[in-house]
């Protein structure tokens, strides 16, 4: 009973985590940038083989969950969807799944960001551990939060690289004020 009742959470949250990025955020956009393909790749193929390692190596049998983990799991989901609605409604048109910067590009400050350089890896951060907490068996949890992190690290580097070459000081100043993407944690 427990194992169904995860599984259609983890469902849940994950299809609700993935609309604004499909539906929301603009794709396609047709305006001159500069783009950091290889990091950005990297990092994308670490993150992704972090969570899938998550979600290969599955709690067996009826004991999929303690109640500790059935209601911390969703806690993390909403917390993980709220942030990617909100990082994606602020972003705008600086939305983009490759590291780059717009000729407009702006640096955004606001919402979610004002919180962490980074909300859409937070909120995917928030994910895997609710997908961690609802379906993974021990000790597979810290190799999915290792890759994780390492392609998260390459991606972060790599985008705040870009954006102190770009707005300089501005930057830097808002990168000594709020931290990368775990909220107290610089």
């Given at each position: ?55 290969n190596f599955r709690v067996p049998g009826a004991a999929v ?29 600086q939305f983009r799944i490759h590291a780059g910067l717009y ?83 610089r």
């Amino acid at each position: 009973m427990l194992r169904g009742i995860a599984g259609v959470e983890l469902l849940l949250c994950w299809v609700v985590w993935w609309y604004p990025f499909v539906f929301r955020a603009p794709h396609r956009q047709k305006r001159a940038s500069i783009t950091a393909l290889l990091p950005t790749r990297i990092g994308l193929l670490l993150e992704t083989i972090g969570i899938g390692v998550a979600f290969n190596f599955r709690v067996p049998g009826a004991a999929v969950s303690s109640p500790a983990r059935m209601a911390g799991g969703p806690v993390l989901g909403v917390i993980g969807i709220v942030l990617a609605w909100t990082a994606v409604a602020h972003l705008g048109r600086q939305f983009r799944i490759h590291a780059g910067l717009y000729v407009d590009h702006e640096l955004v400050r606001t919402g979610p960001y004002a919180v962490v350089r980074h909300p859409i890896y937070a909120s995917l951060l928030a994910m895997l551990l609710c997908t961690i907490l609802l379906l993974t068996r021990w000790p597979w949890p810290v190799a999915a939060l290792v890759l994780y992190v390492a392609g998260t690290e390459i991606r972060v580097r790599t985008e705040d690289g870009l954006l102190a070459s770009r707005f300089g000081e501005e930057f830097e100043a808002y990168r000594r004020k709020v931290p990368a993407y775990i909220p107290l944690v610089r």
